[in-house]
Nanobody, 123 residues
Framework: QVQLVESGGGLVQAGGSTRLSCAASGRTFSMYDMGWFRQAPGKEREVVTS????????YYADSVKGRFTISRDNAKNTVYLQMNSLNSEDTGVYYCVARPAVHLRSNSTWIHWGQGTQVTVSS
């Protein structure tokens, strides 16, 4: 079982930056894809970004491309989301997610979810 605990977030001024962290349990962290979803008020959850188990493949939603950066530190069992040039549309609850590496899974479902952390961008 993979357990994910987010930290960071809070209130950020528009145009500012912040970094979210997600600490994952266990020695198997390095064999998991990691990512971030977010859910804005009144909207469905959407994928923000993801990074493959190897770190070699990254995905960014168009809305955050060029502003957000996902990275991982396998030695610390931690994935990060650096968020720059924040605007009010980035407000929402951000969820850390995980799934087994592609060669270890039978589908693409993000099966592990953190509890979420609130990011509020003040305009």
């Amino acid at each position: 079982q993979v357990q994910l605990v987010e930290s960071g977030g809070g209130l950020v001024q528009a145009g500012g930056s912040t970094r979210l962290s997600c600490a994952a349990s266990g020695r198997t962290f390095s064999m998991y894809d990691m990512g971030w979803f977010r859910q804005a008020p009144g909207k469905e959850r959407e994928v923000v970004t993801s990074i493959s188990w190897s770190g070699g493949t990254k995905y960014y939603a168009d809305s955050v491309k060029g502003r957000f950066t996902i990275s991982r530190d396998n030695a610390k069992n931690t994935v990060y989301l650096q968020m720059n040039s924040l605007n009010s549309e980035d407000t929402g609850v951000y969820y850390c997610v995980a799934r087994p590496a592609v060669h270890l899974r039978s589908n693409s479902t993000w099966i592990h979810w953190g509890q979420g952390t609130q990011v509020t961008v003040s305009s």
